[in-house]
C-alpha cells in the first residue's frame, strides 16, 4: 500500500527545524563576513622600502605575513605608551616588545615570530592613544620584515590646532592703538564658563574679550539694555576669542538658558561717551 504524505505537510515539519539551523548559522557567516571586510591586507604601493605603510582605522583588521626563523616589527607610532600585548596563541608564537629613540620620537615596537609554518592567530595591541588589531600568518615563504602606519585624523587634528592658534593670534582689528582703548567696563552676574574676563572700546566699536575655550561651547547671545529696561538683542561677530559689536553701548546682557537663565551684565563705567 502506499502513502502519500502531502509535501505541505514535509513542508511544516521541517521549517522549524530548518530555521533552527539557519539561525545557528547565521551568527557565524556575519562574524566571518565583517572578519573578512574588515581585513587590511598589503598592497605593493604602500612599501617604504621593506616597510608596509597602513593607513590607521577603528576596528580595521591589519593582515601581517610572517615566517619561521624571522622576526616582523610592528612599529607603533612616535611617542605613543603601549599599554598591553595579547595574543590568541601564544604557545606557538614568540611575541615581545621593544623601543628606538628617545624623547618625543621614543617609538615602540611589538616584534613576532612563528614556531612553524601553516599558524594563525591574531594580535591586540593597546596604547594611550588607540587599540590595534591583527591577523598573523606565517607561512614558509617570504614575511613581511615591517610594517607601521599612518595616521590622518592626527594630521587633521593639528591642523585644525594650527588653524586655531594662527586665528588666536591675528589682531582684533587693525591699526588699533593704545590710547584709543577705554577699559571703563564692569562685569558682573552669573559666573558661567563662558563668563568675560573684560570688555573695552575704542571710541567706535565694542569688544569682549572671553577664555579661550569659548569656542568649545555654546556661544551666549549678546543683549542691549536700553534706558526703560527693556533687552534688545544686538548683532556682533566672534572673532578668536571676542565679541566685536560695532556701537558703543551703556548696559549690555549675555545670557544664555532657558529654564534656569545664566545672565552676565556687562555695564561701562562713565555713561558720558555714548548711549546704547
Sequence with gaps: MRITIPILAVLACATPAMAATSQKASPVRAVAAANRLATVEPTPGMFVNARQLYVWSEGSVYHA?????????????????????AAGDTARWVI?????GSGETK???????????????????????????????????????ALAWSYPQDGLLALKRQAAV??????????LAVEQLHFDYGISGDKPHWRPIRAFDDGRQTFIEFLPNIANGEAPPLFLIGAEGKAELVN????????????????????????????????????????S
Design 166 to 175: 594662527a586665528e588666536a593670534a591675528k589682531p582684533i582689528v587693525s591699526g
Design 107 to 145: 617609538q615602540t615596537h611589538i616584534l613576532v615570530k612563528p614556531f612553524a609554518a601553516g599558524l594563525s592567530t591574531n594580535l591586540v595591541i593597546t596604547t594611550d592613544r588607540r587599540t590595534y588589531h591583527l591577523r598573523l600568518s606565517s607561512n614558509s615563504g617570504p614575511a613581511m620584515a
Design 236 to 275: 556682533f561677530r566672534m572673532q578668536g576669542r571676542f565679541y566685536v559689536v560695532d556701537r558703543i553701548f551703556n548696559v549690555a546682557e549675555l545670557r544664555l538658558g532657558t529654564k534656569k537663565q545664566q545672565v552676565v551684565r556687562i555695564t561701562r563705567g562713565d555713561g558720558k561717551r555714548g548711549r
Design 65 to 85: 605575513y610572517t615566517a619561521p626563523g624571522m622576526v616582523t616589527d610592528i612599529a607603533l607610532q612616535p611617542g605613543e605608551a603601549l599599554i598591553a600585548v
Design 96 to 100: 615581545g616588545d621593544t623601543t628606538s
